[in-house]
């Protein structure tokens, strides 16, 4: 059982650490402590051990780690709270009563933190549970990852996505929507440029949503009100079409090509490539649902998704870690390590894996300031676990200690 500790403002913690991991461009340093004052980190002191800590620090509440490595939380860039990966309907109906949906959602915080996910970004839904869930954890104080809400999705009328949107037809509902999102407090816009990856033909997605015209303007008009708009991107096409928009960062982004991780590269739009949503569907248990030629389509889609990321990781996109959780086979939290094992299996060192959990989501999700590295003023949400995550990724199922903030 991982304990989780919540810090509060007027707390005064140091917490001392055998190993101590600042950031991705550091190796481990040795017996270090973070001192950390009205909820921030206030200082790091190096070479240093428990008792001197004790004679200098008497006032403060020392938690002795000394048998561990202390590290930045995760961040998963894409998740949806409204859906449960288990039963679609089910958690559709749950959208109309609040006992059960907040039950849920409750199980999911308590598992997230758990886990060492400290924030989540949620890629929206057409009742604002996001929103809802963001407003109850800071009402009620509940201990939760940090939420950032997208509210519902931008997507064309008619077309995929009516469980994530209304649907919009012109520039006109483009500007509306835009701003609506904006007066009920959103932290950044989700749009559709793009339907789901089918398992029935390999390479084939669901249609174009909104013209490259329509696209800048939804840029635009996110721009106007200081938000990031981040694109569900599937084909070559919406990806395309989402770079020349100047969209921030590629959700999914399947069948995109290498010469798309050039121009992201260069001008560093992020890519959250979400391979677990397609990787679950071979298991066990989800796979007796799909024929023969289906099974070989999506072996052949997350083989391809699996070289595009080795690519772009070569070519210095700036790689985060979501997992999609709320999608069929896709559960929240449980499926990050999953995620995290398959960016081992495309060929990423434990150092890259660990940077794109951390500071490259972080920034992704616009909050590099405050989380995805152990510095001073930065926000002490860390854990603490076995081992050496920069050279063993399987640390990460060895987490002992979750510290979070009271925001």
């Known amino acids: 059982m991982k304990k989780v500790i919540k810090i509060m403002k ?39 051990d428990f008792n001197d800590l004790k004679r200098n620090f008497n006032d403060y509440r020392i938690i002795d780690l000394s048998n561990l490595t ?39 915080f308590k598992n997230y933190l758990e886990k060492g996910i400290l924030a989540i970004r949620d890629g929206g839904d057409r009742r604002l549970i996001n929103i809802t869930a963001k407003e109850k954890c800071k009402r009620e104080r509940l201990d939760a990852p940090i939420i950032l809400a997208s ?16 649907g919009i037809l012109n520039n006109e509902d483009i500007k509306n929507a835009v701003e609506m ?15 789901i990856v089918s398992f029935k033909e390999y390479g084939r997605v669901g249609s174009l949503q909104f013209s490259l015209e329509e696209a800048k303007e939804i840029v635009n008009e996110a ?80 083989d391809s998704q699996l070289i595009r990321v080795k690519q772009a990781q070569e070519k210095g996109v700036i ?35 660990f940077k794109a959990a951390t500071e490259n989501s972080a920034k992704i999700v616009g909050l590099e300031d405050k989380i995805g590295g152990i510095e001073e003023g930065k926000l002490p949400n860390l854990m603490a676990l076995e081992g050496n995550p920069l050279r063993d990724i399987s640390s990460y199922e060895k987490i002992k200690y979750v510290f979070i903030t009271e925001l």
Not at 151 to 166: A, D, I, P, Q, T
Request: net charge negative.
């Open 151 to 166: 509210g519902f999705v931008l997507n064309k009328k008619g077309m995929y996505g009516s469980f994530l949107g209304e």
């Open 319 to 353: 790689l985060g870690i979501g997992t999609d959780a709320g999608a069929g086979g896709v559960y929240h939290a449980i499926s990050y390590f999953e995620e995290l094992r398959l960016f081992e299996k495309a060929g990423l060192s434990p150092t890259e894996i």
């Open 223 to 302: 721009r106007r009100h200081n938000l990031k708009v981040m694109a569900h991107a599937s084909s070559a096409k919406a990806v395309d079409m989402a770079i020349k928009a100047d969209m921030d960062s590629i959700e999914h982004g399947y069948f995109l090509s290498e010469e798309a991780l050039d121009i992201m590269a260069k001008k560093e739009i992020p890519w959250v490539p979400t391979l677990v949503p397609v990787a679950n569907q071979l298991k066990e248990d989800t796979r007796k649902f799909y024929t023969e030629k289906e099974i070989e389509n999506i072996e052949r889609t997350l």
């Open 181 to 195: 999102l904006y007066q009920k407090g959103v932290d950044q816009i989700k749009v559709l440029m793009s339907g």
């Open 70 to 108: 202390l590290m930045a939380g995760f961040i998963d860039c894409h998740v949806h709270l409204a859906l449960d990966g288990v039963n679609f309907q089910k958690a559709v109906e749950q959208w109309d009563c609040d006992e059960l949906l907040f039950k849920r959602l409750k199980r999911e």
């Open 10 to 48: 007027k707390d005064k913690r140091v917490l001392f650490a055998g190993k101590l991991i600042e950031s991705s461009y550091k190796p481990p340093c040795e017996n270090a402590a973070v001192v950390i004052e009205n909820g921030i980190i206030n200082k790091i002191i190096y070479n240093t």
